[in-house]
């Protein structure tokens, strides 16, 4: 268990700017890890709950990722190609076009942006833009796309907005499923945008999170996203699922809409893609939407070799049968179970989400950085979310063994049953 | 030498975006490298004279950064951290302190961004503007700083600037020294800056490249960049250097700007800056101007660790002491000898750029792509550069033999008599 | 009464852009207009139940102002003063003060824009924008305020909007009063603007019609009116009123929130101010929102000096005691009376609007302006309304007297009954 | 001569907003005026070189155009006709045919807008970019266009632009003709335009003034406007002339670019465009842009119907033959002459402007303002200009009387004296 008062790492202090931020509540040095834990400088071990926000979802360190990796720096592969053709994204190519587009009917087209969600997210709303000869793109109430300055217009965080210092423009904020109590937003939408007085200039794209991961995990409905993508077509507008942090297994399937009966014109994908946490994003497209000219928009690390060794690996071992997706089915039962009895502790705390992105909603931000606060503590690390960051969210790998799920599960009941106490014995002086 | 038909390798055409760019003209599939060379699927060589876009200054793979990484892996090391204190991003943070900051008299602090050179554009802007409350970021001719959304106002290139299918805000754009003859570029600067009519807003930052490398290597001279930061800080702006390709020794010292007498308040860095080819990117800033708030932006790649550790490794290796240095400068003069042979054989051609970033204006873009095109049939890498892709561009890794550096520029003079032949006959019939 | 055939004034189509609009459904060549009379050039006379877009209140060249007019032109009295001090605009604003603000308690500055509705907006957004340091207005769907860019953005017609030709900046659209079936807009509102991700951007002001004149005489309710301005005032945004064409009696009351138990801090007013249908406009602004620096709006016309003449004389004739504003109640009535009877002829037809600017919606623009056009060949000019032209609107000059009143009324009805006989027809055929 | 204390008039302190401006200096209260003569309530008479800023260029009540408004008046002529074909209207576009743009060859069609000057540049603007498909606009250092939130990004004073509270989009400035020493803004503005990497996106338009009557009377070179008129053609920009100030004879002709062989594709023309200082606007537009669909750019005033009976007499009376134009040749040479003079009293004085748009700069804007203020004491209205209004300009009524005129600069003359005998004090002592 990690001490109360770790040592002020002081170079970090020194020179690191102030925008450092996970740090801060975990101020840890960590030195290693491997699969669900982690380790410290001091030794101390934690249970990793939060996977690098979902960009770990197999675990640190794969061991066959891990394997593939040494040897390819081991034999001087390409570090480092721009977007030259290399024997390394051949075969990533050829890995995904088998086990995931193909499988699933897909005839998208990859495009390798710089490796940011952001820069795919970026993309994916000039490809929209260039596509329809439109500006404005659709986005929703707690979205989160990014901060640079084409994502962030998207992104509804006041924070992260006014970090801009200036103002956002293209972008048309709308209540995202379930926003507003008795407003079915699908229909509020269909309406504005289907009125020629309705002041919603005609859509280049509609921008969504199937489950808006920094948003609060708001899962939105098979059905509502049926409707937008049916309203997205009708205005012919593209439809842009940003599947950066709820794809690549996280709620269950590859995709967050694989079982939504609806083919995104784009999807931006990053965070879990090179499946060891190196820096990779994509953009995938119809083939008809596949309209920028060579370089038209490029980027020095869109070929991140590393990335694409790893990321074949974790395509190959854990998509290629349908094992790995069942044991997701199973994982995300048992969280719901342990979620639940988290939730049985807080008055009128909520389950937000769906599969193995779920997390409680305590009803207040304080509670929840209190919960997460003494989780840390205890070892276990985990991040709240939400728009007053009133939710507990739990993203562990999803490869975590049932042991590590259970024992991260108890220390989190311990830390929220001691917030609580805490909460009734302040209360009550 | 590399076969005139590679055959085609039909995943990257089947599947990959038309945005592919570089893989056109070079279309070989590379496997493996090593210092300055590539090699192919079918066993061809290349020397490199592009260097990832100077993304490679140390050459492919080198051996010191390797053996560090391949131990940092081996040893299960943190891969992703997200912003994390980790041993990996300590240790670089004190080899940047020691080698590179405190010799220098900078007090930067060190914000590591998403790990591309567009995400530290973009955290750059931001934080001038946050700084100063306006809006208006001053750009120049021929400026190349990225293509997302913030950063793509600050590009000059058209064809860019196109992909983003609407308006972009918040740049002025003014001419960069030496643009057009006869005009003082700082002077006008002056004047409009000084004019209440003058119908320039007043500026957030001065944002610059010391040498434009994607712009056609145009070199700005000492004086004008030292009036630019006067003017900068007489109207209340931050300097922001662009040092994302000119940074890292590739003009013979460390930073680009180090002999200009000037302290930029911002500088950007990315490219070579993890030594290695991988991801990554920062900001320095001035403490004064440090003024995000905890992750106010933020992204999921900024702590690239396996980065760290090569960036590590390349600091200690090629900065802790003057050696490097020295024979930057000599491999300076080395390079502009060559040129000025290449440039003998093109009337009107013209030396441009500065340092290990040079090359030939050969007056049209055709005749470049044309020698281009010919020094890859003889196993050259090469690149041009310019708004009118005029510029015949070498960029080859800082740590090329001697031997490696004459045998590309023995290919480039035979390329560029060929090029040269060819029109002569075009031209005879 | 007009015949078929006006034989087309050549020096219009000549020479006039096409622009022009409602010359287009009423050929006539006007020549001299009186109370709710207008005369063309072949002698028809025409019954104007359209007054100038509710510009000509008072009627045409009313007696009193008209005799106020041309005394003040034979003294040879100033027409164009800047914004100088004048007679002209010292006895208007006494007049103002005197019998229309300090009777409603209202401490109110008045800024003289430029002479149109649109540069009272522009003004008026600038104003707020200044105050507040934030540039977000909140508009309503179906809101119109004007073509100029700034206007514009806040007026939801796409078909305006697209004359612009670029992207407007700065205006976060929401649902007006009973605009969405189930949706309370008030609270949709509360719900995003204190929403920390609900990614609108704190506004520098609300703006809206009480009666939203072009959008199809949608009628806030009182009570929507007061939920907005408690929220404006809690979130720190000012709240516009923008009384163009609801105000100056329209509603019943010389202002249109009169009753509504609401201080607006802006109100933008023009069309019938100056009482003769000379160009005039301003903006009244609480004292401590009175923020502008000498001329910093500023305008070549904003002193019409000719309009402060009718202007004054308006304000004295009618809104000296209660009388004007009793018979105004009278005429509600009767054209609510009137127009029912339109209503019964026109199956699932709705009555729209509130006071004197009231109309019917007959469910599709086809018939709204097969209506218009009949009754403009029987000597009643009378427009269309709504966001699909879906209303005939009735915006009669207020003093029309009842007898001229029922005939307009008796064209209506019949008009109603030819379209509605003519559709019959063409079903059955 | 008017006394040195007016009595505060107590309403326009008590009820005028803050931004009222030239009343600031000329507290007066204006009764009445006539020819180049102005009457105060206290029945102080004043000379008039302000001219309601270029808005009467043919004086205060011309008695034809009185005479024809009282006719009209008296016999119920329209006085507010929206775009509805009228007698007044169809009589001055046959005037303006006939008389201007016949004579000069001119096909454009005559667009009304707003009956403002910004009204009029903002329909220009919006033309230009809907021809084109492009928004962005090229403007001038110290051009001055309106400060409605389109026009004002085109403005280029930083007093107005910050008054908008927000960003303003649109625009690129570039240097006007002679703005800075030693550089062909011409040549500028050419290598920017036609550089792929230039950073200046595509014009929709460029717009410039011949003579910025606002900015300090900078008159541009015929064949600078060539030039620009050349590259607008070759980079298929619309060429808008600002003829708000400069036209309707203030530079000796009509039009303010008659001599410079351009045809410029749109002219906006305001101001003294009624002739009788009435609010009347309007767009010349060649039939091949006129691409407004009906109303699609619309406004309650834009038929003036008053102001189209002064502007049609207003033609009639001076431009039906070459009389009036032959007495501007002389009076500019008279109004040169006489301000040779005053500037002969200020050391390093230059001259300024064209025509009977002629002024000093005296090299600072407090002398210029103490010129001005004493003149005013001595009773004569008169206006600085320029962008730090040190220029004392002269805007007299084209048809002010030879013996006026002389009175006019004899005080003038005595003002100037006195300032820098004022100076010379001040300085010794």
């Known amino acids: 268990m990690p001490k109360d008062m770790t040592p002020?790492?002081?170079?970090?202090?020194?020179?690191?700017?102030?925008?450092?931020?996970?740090?801060?509540?975990?101020?840890?040095?960590?030195?290693?890890?491997?699969?669900?834990?982690?380790?410290?400088?001091?030794?101390?071990?934690?249970?990793?709950?939060?996977?690098?926000?979902?960009?770990?979802?197999?675990?640190?360190?794969?061991?066959?990722?891990?394997?593939?990796?040494?040897?390819?720096?081991?034999?001087?592969?390409?570090?480092?190609?721009?977007?030259?053709?290399?024997?390394?994204?051949?075969?990533?190519?050829?890995?995904?076009?088998?086990?995931?587009?193909?499988?699933?009917?897909?005839?998208?087209?990859?495009?390798?942006?710089?490796?940011?969600?952001?820069?795919?997210?970026?993309?994916?709303?000039?490809?929209?833009?260039?596509?329809?000869?439109?500006?404005?793109?659709?986005?929703?109430?707690?979205?989160?796309?990014?901060?640079?300055?084409?994502?962030?217009?998207?992104?509804?965080?006041?924070?992260?907005?006014?970090?801009?210092?200036?103002?956002?423009?293209?972008?048309?904020?709308?209540?995202?499923?379930?926003?507003?109590?008795g407003v079915d937003s699908a229909a509020l939408l269909e309406q504005m945008l289907g009125d020629p007085s309705g002041g919603i200039d005609a859509p280049a794209a509609i921008l969504l999170e199937t489950v808006q991961g920094e948003g609060g995990l708001n899962a939105a409905s098979p059905e509502w996203v049926r409707r937008v993508a049916a309203l997205a077509k009708e205005h012919g507008a593209l439809l842009i699922i940003d599947d950066i942090q709820a794809g690549i297994g996280r709620t269950g399937t590859f995709f967050s809409f694989e079982t939504m009966d609806v083919t995104p014109d784009i999807v931006t994908m990053a965070k879990s893609l090179s499946g060891f946490g190196l820096p990779m994003a994509m953009v995938l497209v119809r083939p008809e939407h596949d309209v920028f000219g060579p370089a038209e928009h490029n980027g020095t690390f869109r070929g991140n070799t590393h990335a694409f060794v790893t990321a074949r690996v974790a395509i190959e071992k854990f998509w290629s049968d349908g094992r790995f997706q069942r044991e997701l089915a199973e994982k995300s039962a048992l969280l719901r179970d342990a979620l639940q009895k988290v939730a049985a502790l807080v008055p009128g705390a909520r389950l937000k989400g769906r599969g193995l992105m779920q997390g409680v909603d305590v009803g207040s931000g304080e509670l929840a950085g209190e919960i997460c606060g003494r989780a840390y503590q205890m070892g276990l690390v985990i991040e709240t979310s939400g728009n007053k960051d009133q939710v507990v969210k739990v993203l562990a790998p999803l490869t975590t063994p049932a042991a590590t799920f259970r024992k991260g599960f108890d220390i989190l009941l311990d830390a929220t049953r001691d917030a609580m106490a805490q909460r009734v014995t302040l209360a009550a002086e």
Chains 1, 2, 3, 4 share one sequence.
Not at 149 to 173: E, F, I, P, Q
Not at 174 to 181: H, S
């Open 8 to 181: 002020t790492p002081s170079i970090f202090e020194r020179r690191e700017s102030a925008a450092r931020s996970y740090c801060r509540g975990m101020p840890a040095v960590f030195t290693s890890a491997s699969g669900s834990e982690l380790k410290d400088s001091e030794g101390n071990c934690y249970i990793d709950f939060l996977a690098g926000c979902s960009s770990l979802n197999y675990g640190h360190n794969d061991p066959d990722m891990k394997a593939a990796l040494i040897d390819h720096i081991t034999s001087d592969g390409i570090a480092h190609g721009l977007d030259l053709h290399t024997e390394a994204k051949g075969a990533f190519l050829r890995a995904l076009e088998d086990h995931i587009l193909a499988p699933r009917g897909m005839d998208h087209r990859v495009m390798f942006t710089g490796p940011t969600g952001a820069n795919a997210v970026e993309a994916a709303m000039k490809i929209a833009r260039k596509v329809t000869g439109r500006s404005n793109i659709i986005a929703f109430t707690n979205g989160f796309h990014g901060v640079t300055m084409g994502a962030l217009a998207a992104t509804g965080n006041s924070y992260h907005r006014g970090g801009a210092g200036m103002d956002k423009a293209g972008v048309t904020r709308l209540p995202f499923d379930g926003y507003a109590e």
